[in-house]
């Protein structure tokens, strides 16, 4: 083996190798990253624009959704909770508990039943029910800024996500035999639980404590909150690492360590929501551009484009949409007409594994998401504006 070629062989059994392998593979994510971290480090209006933009977003957002998942996965790890064991024994029960697991905050619920339905552990309708009622992980977002908000949509979304989930059983005829498992969605795995998984998780607790304190108004005073200030821009520096560095796309393979998954995702969650405050906080500070114009122009159609825009696959434009609802741009009917038609991440494996499956159960959620957005629209148009 000539020299070169011994150099890149050790290169590449090294952790050095492997990091620049991971960055070579995910050249966007590095390319967002760098944008994000400049803009940090600016000065002027568009620095003091974007750390404060952060700041909420990790304090009042990431660290809730870092606590929620953490939850959530460690249950499933410490306490065995096998969910999909669950789906495939509650009979009669099937549809509300279906319907229980789209609605918890983020894509997991959602993918469990997801995949219960592609192993033939899980009925249609039971499909329908678990999308209809996941908001994703806008759901973070919304809880996070706006609670009274968020518990009509996650109420509303579980009663319409019932009737659905029966409803379609009813009259819809699908089959849902186990899939052969060339067919299976394969969801890579990050691998053995790192230090930066562990220190960012840590970062996360302590940004919850003043994510509460936030909520509370507790020590409200100057160095409170340069101390949020700065443990913000670690934490969200540091998760871009663990985000830019991770094989994984939008979610986590659950063999891995739950500290790892709470690392990956809430990283991956907090990207958008940072893209969608930025993205406001430059529209309304530095264009002429009248987004509430805009959009008043629009209204009518805004619960529409709500619903429409929950066919995207993914949390991005969801959580892009739920951030111009918190400021006061876009009426509640847009985001609860968006939170039924929209299945967040849990889209993804459905695409990949049940292709048709997805497409009906798509289609079948747009009806009451219609129905629901305008009858907010005309019955109670100022309601939780």
């Known amino acids: 083996m000539n020299l070169p070629n011994l150099i890149i062989a050790t290169n590449q059994g090294s952790l050095v190798g492997q990091t620049l392998g991971r960055l070579q593979k995910n050249p966007k994510r590095v390319a967002v990253s760098i944008v994000i971290v400049m803009l940090l480090l600016w000065s002027g209006d568009i620095g003091d624009v974007t750390r404060n933009a952060i700041r909420d977003a990790f304090i009042q957002v990431s660290s809730f959704v870092g606590f929620t998942l953490f939850a959530f996965y460690g249950a499933e790890r410490y306490f065995g909770l096998n969910l999909q064991k669950i789906i495939a024994q509650s009979n009669q029960f099937e549809i509300p508990f279906a319907t229980i697991l789209g609605a918890i905050p983020g894509c997991g619920g959602a993918i469990l039943v997801v995949t219960a339905y592609a192993s033939g552990r899980a009925s249609f309708g039971a499909l329908v029910a678990t999308l209809v009622g996941t908001m994703g992980d806008a759901a973070f977002l919304l809880i996070a800024v706006k609670p009274d908000a968020a518990l009509v949509v996650i109420g509303t979304s579980l009663i319409i996500g019932m009737l659905s989930g029966f409803v379609v059983n009813q009259f819809v005829s699908l089959p849902n035999h186990p899939l052969p498992k060339n067919n299976l969605f394969v969801v890579p795995r990050i691998g053995k639980l790192q230090s930066i998984h562990l220190l960012l998780c840590i970062i996360l607790l302590a940004g919850l404590f003043l994510g509460v304190s936030d909520l509370l108004q507790i020590n409200q005073t100057p160095y409170w909150d340069n101390f949020a200030l700065?443990?913000?821009?670690?934490?969200?520096?540091?998760?871009?690492?663990?985000?830019?560095?991770?094989?994984?796309?939008?979610?986590?393979?659950t063999h891995d360590h739950p500290i790892s998954r709470v690392a990956f995702e809430t990283?991956?969650?907090?990207?958008?929501?940072?893209?969608?405050?930025?993205?406001?906080?430059?529209?309304?500070?530095?264009?002429?551009?009248?987004?509430?114009?805009f959009f008043l122009a629009s209204f009518p159609y805004l619960p529409l484009i709500?619903?429409?825009?929950?066919?995207?696959?993914?949390?991005?434009?969801?959580?892009?949409?739920?951030?111009?609802?918190?400021?006061?741009?876009?009426?509640?009917?847009?985001?609860?007409?968006n939170a039924i038609s929209n299945d967040g991440d849990a889209l993804f494996p459905a695409i990949a594994i049940a292709p048709k499956a997805a497409f009906m159960a798509t289609i079948y959620s747009a009806i009451p998401a219609l129905i629901v957005a305008y009858s907010f629209y005309f019955l109670l148009p100022s309601f939780l504006n």
């Open 267 to 293: 990283s991956f969650i907090t990207v958008w929501i940072i893209g969608g405050f930025l993205a406001y906080e430059y529209l309304t500070h530095f264009t002429p551009f009248d987004i509430t114009s």
């Open 230 to 253: 700065y443990l913000s821009i670690v934490g969200t520096i540091i998760g871009l690492l663990v985000w830019t560095l991770s094989p994984t796309t939008t979610m986590t393979n």
């Open 306 to 337: 709500g619903v429409i825009i929950g066919f995207i696959p993914g949390c991005g434009p969801q959580i892009v949409l739920t951030t111009l609802y918190i400021n006061g741009i876009v009426p509640f009917a847009a985001i609860m007409g």
